[in-house]
Each structure stands twice: as C-alpha cells, then as structure tokens.
C-alpha cells in the first residue's frame, strides 16, 4: 500500500516565525518545551470558562452541595486519568493528537479519519464559542452580533496562527483576567447569602443521579482530555503533566464548577452566566471577552493540527499548519456569523460521542498491547518518526465503531466512560487476538 512521504524530521533548522509550523508532522525536540507552569495555565484556561459556572448550575439546581462535590470528584478523576495517560504519550513521543494516533492503533489512514473527526468536532465548538461570544458583547455594548462574531473569530484565528508561542502569552493575561473579574462578580452575589446556608439548602430543579452529575462533569470536557497531547508535546516530563492535569482540572471543575453549584443554590436559577456578565458593562465585556479566549483558542488550534494529518495522509499534502489555521479560522467564524454555528449543536453532542473512544484505543495500544512502542523508542532517540508505519488497522475502526454505539445507546452508568473502556478493552482483546498485527506498514 501506498502511504505519504514521511514528514521531515526536528533535525531541521528550528521552527520559527509568526506562522511557525509548530511541529504539527514531526516530533517537538527538547528544545522547543516548556516548563510546567507555561503548560498548566493553558490546560486550566480551557477549563476555566463561562460554561464551567453554567455546569456548576445544572449540578446545583439537581443536587444538594455535597452531592455535587461526589459528581464533580467522579468526573474529575475520570477526566485526569484520561488525560493523564494519553498526555504522557503525547509528551513522551513529542506527537500531536492525530499523528500519534498512527502509532497508537489507527494506522496512518485512520490518524488521518481521527484527525479530521477531532477537526469537525472542535471546529463547530468554535463556531458556536464564536456565536456566543458576539451575541453578549452585543448585549453588552450594543452593535450587530453579526459583527462582534467576526471580530471575535478573527481575533482568535490571529493568537492561533503564531501556535502555542502566542496562546501562551494569551493565557498568562487572559486567564488572571477572568479570574480576577469573576470572582469578584461572584463575591459580590454570594456575599448577599450565608455560605453555610447555600451549602445546607436543597436544589431548586429536578433531582439529578450520581451518575448524570458525573456524566456532565467528564462529558463536557472529555474532547478536551482526549486532545491533551496536542498540549502536552510541550512538556518536558511526565512529572509535569500529571502536575499540570491534576492542577488545572481540579482546579477547573472544583473551584469554577463548585462556585456555580452555590451561585445556583443562592439564585435559585441554572442562569449564572448572565449574573457574572452582567455586573457591569465593561467588566462583564472583559470576563466574557477573556473567557472565550482562552478556550476557544484550543478549539481552533486543536482542529488546524487534525486537518493538517489529515491533508497528509489523504493526499500526501505537507500543508503549513499556520495556513489551515487562518483557513479553518474563517470558516469558523462564518458560521458563527451567519448562525449556522447555533443548528450544529445536536450534531456535535451526538459527534463527540466518537471522541472517547479514540483515546481508548491510543492508550490500550500505546500501554498495554505496544505493536509499535519499539518503532517508536528507536526513532525517538534519533529525533525522528518511525521509518514503518501501519497503513490502515481494520480492528481498530471497528473497535472505535463499536465503542462509540456503546457509548451512545447503553444508558446505563457514564456513557463517556462507558465509550472509552469498551475501546479500552475491545481493543486490548483485538491486539491479543493478533488483530492489530504489523503486515500492512511500509
């Protein structure tokens, strides 16, 4: 079987410049990581949105506090396992989500289908962040949502385009902003209602079990984890992933997510979003300006690196990273502009049940069945990518096809987690099976 060429290798001059590459077909050397902390704000500024408050409020207005804090526990380990595993493959191989998903299960063609399902989904995310983000500026300080939409999306693409460079230095002002200007809208509400109360009074809305609360939690950031080494290929040790995981989604889902359980307690309502961007005019532009960001930003760059390894294995393509980005960019924020962003809600929810999986299946074959780790610690120590490279892995796609209908139509439990161990164990099954065999590579 025919497959592209193989990327060029960090042997390579440095990748540098505005529109850097950012190593999108090729291993980050040393060199190029960063300390932990650099990393860490990123991973808790793509948690520490606007919509961890409304999270925090639908647990709120379903459970008690203490119930609350159980689902969030639940969801969070869940979240950080994940992450955690799949990260430190990420950070150890210096790959991307979607290309090393060609040495952890997928083959070169199915990376290419992984990359472009991760694309889609994060895509339409964007869209949508986009959406929301003109639609309250333009509550906010009057003006077509149209224009703000476009202004907005525009201004993301452009912290995109220089890569993790430049949504570094964004997360280091964005999120002290949000978190700063948040707070004190959320003091000042809470401030009005004994904390000791909020903490004892029953929820306002229908009662939610364990496991909603805790499908909510690690469903909604699921994409995110799964995604962790697009972020963690910048790592320089397996210490600092687990540092940054364990600080920035616990940081994320108990302290934002848990703020807005009380602020549903004291309100009465699942709509806290509008009592923190509503404080002031100017303050609540800012939070909802800062908030949208810091993680839309992700979705964008996430989705640039998904298409890029897709270009590659569909059509041997070597696309410049930088480009697809301000192409995906636009694309983005015309469907924001136009609205479309707002009908492809139902069709991502029902899209991102595909995404668990994929991480099942990277981290079963990376950990556990290892068809290609030798491949892969020998080209690691040459700073390069395996000579041989599996073409297509049929076991796998019927692993991740299987998985992801068990996710959706078993209602039993967590269906994320359910997604992801079925994978998990379908796969390590397939691999002892012989099925995730080594005879169709070049």
Same mark, same amino acid.
């Given at each position: 079987?025919?497959? *592209?060429?193989?990327?060029?290798?960090?042997?390579?001059?440095?990748?540098?410049?505005?529109?850097?590459?950012?190593?999108?077909?090729?291993?980050?050397?040393?060199?190029?990581?960063? =300390?932990?902390?650099?990393?860490?704000?990123?991973?808790?500024?793509?948690?520490?949105?606007?919509?961890?408050?409304?999270?925090?409020?639908?647990?709120?207005?379903?459970?008690?506090?203490?119930?609350?804090?159980?689902?969030?526990?639940?969801?969070?380990? #869940?979240?950080?396992?994940?992450?955690?595993?799949?990260? #430190?493959?990420?950070?150890?191989?210096?790959?991307?989500?979607?290309?090393?998903?060609?040495?952890?299960?997928?083959?070169?063609?199915?990376?290419?289908?992984?990359?472009?399902?991760?694309?889609?989904?994060?895509?339409?995310?964007?869209?949508?962040?986009?959406?929301?983000?003109?639609?309250?500026?333009?509550?906010?300080?009057?003006? *077509?949502?149209?224009?703000?939409?476009?202004?907005?999306?525009?201004?993301?693409?452009? #912290?995109?385009?220089?890569?993790?460079?430049?949504?570094?230095?964004?997360?280091?002002?964005?999120?002290?902003?949000?978190?700063?200007?948040?707070?004190?809208?959320?003091?000042?509400?809470?401030?009005?209602?004994?904390?000791?109360?909020?903490?004892?009074?029953?929820?306002?809305?229908?009662?939610?079990?364990?496991?909603?609360?805790?499908?909510?939690?690690?469903?909604?950031?699921? $994409?995110?984890?799964?995604?962790?080494?697009?972020?963690?290929?910048?790592?320089?040790?397996?210490?600092?992933?687990?540092?940054?995981?364990?600080?920035?989604?616990?940081?994320?889902?108990?302290?934002?997510?848990?703020?807005?359980?009380?602020?549903?307690?004291?309100?009465?309502?699942? %709509?806290?979003?509008?009592?923190?961007?509503?404080?002031?005019?100017?303050?609540?532009?800012?939070?909802?300006?800062?908030?949208?960001?810091?993680?839309?930003?992700?979705?964008?760059?996430?989705?640039?690196?998904? $298409?890029?390894?897709?270009?590659?294995?569909?059509?041997?393509?070597?696309?410049?990273?930088?480009?697809?980005?301000? $192409?995906?960019?636009?694309?983005?924020?015309?469907?924001?502009?136009?609205?479309?962003? %707002?009908?492809?809600? %139902?069709?991502? #929810?029902?899209?991102?049940?595909?995404?668990?999986?994929?991480?099942?299946?990277?981290?079963?074959?990376?950990?556990?069945?290892?068809?290609?780790?030798?491949?892969?610690?020998?080209?690691?120590?040459?700073?390069?990518? *395996?000579?041989?490279?599996?073409?297509? $892995?049929?076991?796998?796609?019927?692993?991740?096809?299987?998985?992801?209908?068990?996710?959706?139509?078993?209602?039993?439990?967590? *269906?994320?987690?359910?997604?992801?161990?079925?994978?998990?164990?379908?796969?390590?099954?397939?691999?002892?099976? =012989?099925?995730?065999?080594?005879?169709?590579?070049?």
């Amino acid at each position: 079987m025919t497959h *592209p060429p193989a990327p060029r290798t960090s042997a390579l001059p440095p990748d540098t410049g505005l529109a850097r590459d950012d190593y999108a077909l090729e291993r980050v050397p040393a060199s190029a990581r960063y =300390g932990w902390p650099t990393v860490a704000i990123q991973r808790f500024g793509l948690l520490s949105a606007l919509s961890q408050f409304l999270l925090g409020a639908t647990l709120g207005m379903g459970m008690t506090f203490w119930q609350a804090v159980l689902a969030v526990t639940l969801g969070a380990v #869940i979240l950080e396992i994940v992450a955690i595993a799949i990260g #430190i493959a990420g950070m150890r191989e210096g790959l991307s989500t979607s290309l090393l998903a060609r040495w952890t299960g997928f083959g070169t063609y199915g990376s290419g289908l992984v990359g472009l399902v991760l694309a889609v989904c994060l895509l339409g995310w964007f869209g949508v962040q986009s959406a929301v983000l003109g639609s309250g500026v333009a509550a906010l300080l009057g003006g *077509p949502a149209w224009l703000w939409a476009i202004i907005g999306g525009l201004a993301i693409t452009a #912290i995109v385009v220089p890569g993790f460079a430049g949504m570094a230095w964004t997360a280091w002002i964005t999120v002290p902003a949000f978190l700063l200007l948040a707070g004190w809208a959320i003091v000042v509400e809470l401030g009005k209602h004994p904390l000791g109360e909020l903490v004892a009074s029953a929820p306002a809305g229908p009662v939610l079990s364990l496991a909603q609360g805790a499908t909510l939690v690690a469903g909604g950031f699921i $994409v995110g984890a799964v995604i962790s080494p697009d972020m963690c290929r910048f790592n320089k040790n397996a210490a600092d992933v687990v540092k940054q995981t364990v600080v920035g989604i616990s940081l994320g889902e108990y302290v934002l997510a848990l703020v807005g359980v009380l602020l549903a307690h004291a309100l009465r309502t699942g %709509d806290v979003v509008t009592i923190v961007t509503t404080t002031s005019g100017v303050i609540g532009t800012v939070i909802l300006i800062a908030a949208t960001l810091k993680t839309n930003d992700w979705n964008l760059y996430a989705a640039g690196l998904g $298409v890029t390894n897709a270009l590659h294995t569909a059509f041997g393509m070597r696309a410049g990273r930088a480009a697809v980005t301000v $192409v995906l960019g636009v694309i983005g924020t015309a469907l924001a502009a136009l609205g479309i962003a %707002d009908h492809l809600i %139902d069709f991502l #929810i029902l899209l991102g049940v595909a995404v668990p999986p994929i991480a099942g299946i990277m981290v079963a074959e990376y950990f556990v069945v290892r068809t290609w780790r030798a491949d892969l610690d020998a080209s690691r120590e040459r700073g390069e990518l *395996p000579a041989r490279t599996p073409g297509l $892995v049929p076991a796998a796609i019927v692993v991740w096809v299987a998985a992801a209908l068990i996710g959706h139509f078993v209602t039993w439990g967590i *269906p994320a987690l359910n997604a992801l161990l079925a994978a998990f164990v379908l796969y390590v099954a397939a691999g002892k099976a =012989g099925l995730t065999g080594r005879a169709d590579a070049s």
